[in-house]
């Protein structure tokens, strides 16, 4: 199986995983282990039977997988643990997210992310009319004060949105450098 292929099986792997954790997650505000532990073994799978074991720098292989997989869901995870800012679900579709584009794309995938995802959380609390009280509320958390202002429960969004959007601006900016790199090598 050729790079291009690989990388395609990969793409199309994260993408049904998204697409269900999205329709999920909009549904019931869960993103299911059923989708998000055959993905990352799906991915990994691939990756270490076309790929091999490779190199993080030809973003093929079992290494690449791995090292994408422990990077987004381990920054996820540790926002999730330190934070309380997502839930689990979220960590998991992260670490298939990882799993599938690897090296350095998992990093343009979180950029996206954490972008769409600031857009979406404003949206939404300007839509529900608590952006102000959010607001207050994360004043008071990073102030180390949590016991201050009423006990209302914070509002909470499906977080899969901006996983899937933010996932597909980083394969597609990550498509856009690669081809960049390829017509640069072409006139030089």
């Known amino acids: 199986m050729s790079e291009q292929h690989l990388s395609l099986a990969l793409y199309i792997v994260v993408a049904i995983a998204l697409a269900v954790s999205f329709v999920t997650d909009l549904h019931s505000r869960t993103i299911k282990n059923f989708v998000t532990f055959p993905a990352i073994a799906l991915c990994l799978g691939l990756r270490g039977i ?7 720098s030809n973003g093929t292989g079992l290494i690449c997988g791995l090292f994408g997989l422990l990077t987004g869901g381990g920054i996820f995870y540790f926002i999730a643990r330190k934070y309380n800012a997502m839930g689990y679900g979220d960590v998991k579709l992260m670490a298939v997210v990882g799993a599938g584009v690897g090296l350095p794309a998992v990093f343009f995938c979180m950029a996206g992310i954490a972008f769409f995802g600031g857009v979406h959380a404003i949206i939404s609390l ?4 608590e952006l102000i009280y959010t607001l207050k509320r994360m004043g008071r958390r990073f102030a180390r004060n949590r016991d201050a202002g009423d006990n209302r429960p914070g509002q909470t969004i499906p977080y899969a949105l901006a996983i899937t959007v933010g996932s597909v601006w980083g394969v597609m900016w990550q498509i856009h450098l690669k081809s ?3 017509a640069a090598g072409s006139f030089g």
Request: net charge neutral; glycine share 28%.
């Open 50 to 56: 076309f790929g091999g074991l490779g190199a993080v």
């Open 126 to 129: 300007i839509w529900k009319g």
């Open 180 to 182: 960049m790199d390829v």
